[in-house]
């Protein structure tokens, strides 16, 4: 089995959202006026060539 080098992989992260979980005095401060309800995290991980990638 042949070990793959980290560069023949490419990942990206995108976030959406607001990762602010506590106001002052640790308080939970999530569904609060001005506070983003959600938080997400999505990740692609590519294994072709990002000249490839790109062109398709």
Do not use: C, Q, W
């Not at 995108?14 to 990762?19: I, K, N, P, V, W």
């Amino acid at each position: 089995m042949s070990k793959k080098k980290l560069m023949d992989f490419h990942r990206f992260l995108d976030e959406a959202g607001d990762t602010t979980f506590y106001g002052k005095g640790k308080r939970n401060i999530i569904g609060t006026n001005g506070v983003s309800n959600v938080f997400i995290l999505g990740m692609i991980k590519i294994k072709d060539p990002l000249d490839e990638v790109r062109e398709k």
